[in-house]
């Protein structure tokens, strides 16, 4: 019987060590969740010949050009200075794309032959941005249309230039007010948006020889945004939230600006993406950002193709990112929140799916993490969404926890998505949470503008609660909690650990917004139109100095205790790197461990691979040194 019990015994023991090693996480390297993507930016030429893609090349991202007819793969750049940026595809088999010369604070617009493979710069601007606002004019298919500040450092010109012969004509002088224009599929402006600052007009023209009228006026808080003509008469669509909470997908007469009917909408979120065929000239799809992507289909023949896609990828995010002239040919993008993403060839008369490529191939989705929808009542009752991802492994209580607030409140939030970030810090064992607080986008016009006005106030307040919900959650453990984010995000992350001494053990900062003041008296000439809208979110130095004092963390350095790291790259256009510096030195005045590294040519997100995998592993050690995570 005592042989049986210790056979019993040696049993027991080996499947408890068996458990261990099953639950043993693998610490994916760094480099694995950062490098530069393997292959990415796919498209199709209009005649469906070709697809280019970029891809790492003598360092840095090329284009590379593959024939449908033989399979080969030709490279079409050879930079070594300086990536090629977003690119597209012309009528003429030109492909036209941009380049940021970080170091000389110039943007350069490039042309590359199909035939000939070679390139050539077109444009060039110092100190100033390119857009390109159309490229697809099958009357004139050399010609590109694009807005660029060349004349006037505050405003965005359109202008029309010829890629073959370099000629570029002033098309249409901004006054002073534009802010956004529309083309219409010919890449003629029929749509602008103008702004005082506070309200925005809408004007149509239905041809170039007319003047632009007034149609639509609004005040900030509504939007509409254009998405393309209907093709009768002068029609458009549009995503719009005037007379109602939710965005939704219009239809309004571009002549009186009057909303003809409403097509669709979603209960719980507003509609974040229109997909629309130009050459058949109708809506495909809209897009819904509630829990996870939703998609409502508004064509029979592309829900059709979707719902095949959707039998082949089950559980993935699929989403058409290019197309040929005669939607034969599609480039289809697949993701999930734990991979990184996969593009494949679909042809439409075979039915024939032909992989590309991937973003990431050392990423195995097998050993990440789920990216979860969670909700908790803020302490004035108001319900707050975000994402929890827990690290692998059983254990789901008295984690470690990074808390990651976005950046750009009111207009952006954080979706169920791939994000590196995310995986990587729960690869090393960390909760990771992200808040969508009152003033994210994509929750309707009330909750957007309830964080008017709310940066130090309720929007931290929101954060917080979150925070204690995870403690009471008996999911956080209340003495390992660090804070992180970018932007705003930075400024969240400084104010959280000034406002609520003993909730944070350490916080990284990614060019944080430290001085409201100055970050409103700094923005891009460009960005003057919308200043009294951003007084009416954020505050008026005037009128609201005292509330923008008192939540600065320039001001407030003598509240903060607990190590930073924070990192900034020097040409960033929106920081103030001599108060930044001094704020840092104010921080080591008060024996505040602060590690702070200035990157000489980056400018907001750090873009050199080298830097990138630099700034991770500090990350990494700092919040190894200051968590004391055991894994």
Not at 2 to 31: D, M, N, T
Not at 42 to 70: C, E, H, V
Not at 150 to 159: E, L, Q, S
Not at 260 to 267: D, E, G, Q, R, Y
Request: charged share 25%; hydrophobic share 35%.
């Amino acid at each position: 019987m005592l042989k049986k019990i210790y056979i019993w015994l040696f049993a027991v023991s080996l499947f408890a060590l068996g458990s261990c090693k099953e639950h043993k996480v693998r610490q994916i390297p760094i480099s694995d969740f950062f490098k530069t993507p393997e292959e990415s930016i796919f498209r199709l030429s209009p005649d469906g010949k070709y697809i280019s893609y970029t891809k790492p090349y003598n360092g840095q991202q090329n284009l590379f050009i593959r024939s449908l007819a033989d399979g080969k793969d030709q490279v079409a750049t050879a930079f070594t200075d300086y990536p090629v940026r977003d690119y597209s595809w012309t009528y003429s088999n030109q492909i036209v794309f941009v380049q940021d010369a970080v170091e000389l604070d110039q943007f350069k617009m490039f042309a590359l032959d199909i035939n000939t493979l070679k390139t050539r710069e077109v444009l060039s601007i110092e100190k100033g941005r390119i857009r390109l606002l159309n490229n697809r004019n099958k009357q004139e298919p050399d010609i590109v249309t694009l807005s660029m500040n060349k004349r006037d450092p505050a405003n965005f010109d359109i202008y029309r230039l010829n890629i073959r012969t370099g000629a570029l004509k002033m098309y249409l002088p901004n006054p002073g007010n534009i802010t956004e224009w529309f083309p219409d599929d010919d890449g003629k402006i029929r749509l602008v948006k103008s702004s005082d600052g506070v309200d925005e007009t809408i004007l149509f023209r239905p041809d170039d020889k007319s003047p632009f009228k007034p149609i639509i006026r609004n005040n900030f808080r509504n939007r509409v945004e254009p998405v393309a003509f209907t093709g009768e008469k002068d029609n458009f669509y549009a995503m719009s939230n005037v007379n109602q909470d939710k965005t939704t997908l219009v239809e309004i007469d571009g002549s009186s600006g009057k909303e003809i009917k409403s097509i669709l909408s979603c209960n719980k979120a507003d509609i974040a993406r229109v997909d629309y065929s130009r050459n058949k000239r109708c809506l495909e799809l809209a897009v819904c950002e509630e829990e996870k992507p939703t998609k409502l289909f508004l064509n029979n023949t592309i829900k059709t193709m979707y719902d095949s896609l959707a039998r082949k990828f089950s559980g993935s995010e699929i989403n058409i990112v290019s197309r040929d002239t005669a939607e034969d040919k599609f480039i289809i993008f697949i993701y999930t929140d734990r991979n990184p993403g996969t593009y494949y060839l679909y042809e439409t008369v075979a039915g024939k799916l032909t992989k590309l490529g991937d973003i990431n191939s050392s990423i195995k989705p097998e050993e990440l993490c789920a990216m979860k929808p969670v909700s908790f009542k803020a302490r004035d009752g108001l319900l707050i969404n975000g994402y929890l991802t827990l690290p692998q492994g059983s254990n789901t209580t008295g984690l470690p926890v990074v808390v990651m607030p976005h950046d750009q409140p009111w207009r952006t939030r954080d979706t169920w998505r791939y994000i590196d970030e995310v995986q990587f810090l729960a690869n090393r064992g960390y909760a990771v949470f992200q808040v969508n607080y009152r003033g994210s986008a994509g929750y309707g016009k009330a909750f957007n503008s309830s964080g008017f006005k709310q940066a130090g106030g309720k929007i931290q307040d929101d954060i917080t609660d979150g925070v204690k919900w995870l403690i009471d959650q008996k999911i956080a453990d209340p003495d390992k909690i660090a804070i992180y984010g970018g932007g705003f995000g930075g400024f969240s992350a400084l104010y959280g650990v000034s406002a609520h001494p003993g909730l944070y053990n350490c916080a990284v900062v990614q060019y944080g917004l430290i001085n409201f003041f100055t970050y409103i008296k700094d923005v891009p000439p460009y960005f003057k139109p919308r200043l009294q809208m951003m007084y009416e979110m954020i505050g008026n130095p005037e009128t609201d100095a005292e509330q923008l004092r008192a939540i600065s963390p320039v001001f407030h350095t003598e509240k903060i205790r607990v190590p930073l790291l924070i990192f900034q790259g020097a040409r960033d256009e929106r920081a103030n790197i001599s108060e930044l510096n001094q704020f840092v030195r104010e921080l080591k005045k008060q024996n505040v461990p602060v590690t702070y590294i200035l990157k000489p040519n980056e400018r907001t997100v750090f873009r050199n691979e080298h830097n990138r995998m630099e700034m991770y592993e500090q990350i990494e050690k700092f919040l190894d040194d200051n968590m004391r995570v055991k894994r």
